[in-house]
T-cell receptor
């Protein structure tokens, strides 16, 4: 069975500092990995994905994520945090072969960026 | 495209009443998911449809929950009878089979009193 772990319930960072939100995964075969963001009273919005190719993927709003196959990790990063980045962030994984199209989500990490 | 559309956005009902949540997926998408979000359990998959057929309903909590997809542009999630522990935010998401990311609706916040 596939699974996602987001080890931190909350991450606090000062505005202008770099941020990292951690994610590790487990899946059979090659993974498809995703990050979503959820603002209060809103649905999940897609940020970025890793399918294949370059291990560093870039997404919306200046976010990027690094795929590390040996560590089965897909950490979300941003060089300089903004107060407006404060939100709930979800990592998700699904398999790449037939029959494994259902994405599994982590518990979410609340990012708080302080002015 | 307007994205995934869910209705209603908010629903408050009394215990024992029937509740129906509605979802219109993105046109052309043939996979649809219903998820439930709570503080305690996070985001849980309830059911997955592909080409209007339920493929995986192992996440449906019990017989009080049922879901249908009568055509490619509409799905419902019904709870009958509703209980206070069903209070949660229910999300619908759609994607193309074999495609990659899923697109989420705004959710329905259900409160059962």
């Amino acid at each position: 069975a596939q699974s996602v772990a987001q080890p931190e319930d909350q991450v606090n960072v000062a505005e202008g500092n770099p941020l990292t939100v951690k994610c590790t995964y487990s899946v059979s075969g090659n993974p498809y990995l995703f990050w979503y963001v959820q603002y209060p009273n809103r649905g999940l919005q897609f940020l970025l994905k890793y399918i294949t190719g370059d291990n560093l993927v870039k997404g919306s709003y200046g976010f990027e994520a690094e795929f590390n196959k040996s560590q089965t990790s897909f950490h979300l990063k941003k060089p300089s945090a903004l107060v407006s980045d404060s939100a709930l962030y979800f990592c998700a994984v699904r398999g790449s072969s037939g029959g494994s199209y259902i994405p599994t989500f982590g518990r979410g990490t609340s990012l708080i960026v302080h002015p | 495209d307007a994205g995934v559309i869910q209705s209603p956005r908010h629903e408050v009902t009394e215990m024992g009443q029937e509740v129906t949540l509605r979802c219109k997926p993105i046109s052309g998408h043939n996979s649809l998911f219903w998820y439930r979000q709570t503080m305690m359990r996070g985001l849980e998959l309830l059911i997955y449809f592909n080409n209007n057929v339920p493929i995986d309903d192992s996440g449906m909590p019990e017989d009080r929950f049922s879901a249908k997809m009568p055509n490619a542009s509409f799905s419902t999630l019904k709870i009958q009878p509703s209980e206070p522990r069903d209070s949660a935010v229910y999300f619908c998401a759609s994607t193309l089979t074999g495609g990659t990311e899923a697109f989420f609706g705004q959710g329905t916040r259900l409160t059962v009193v």
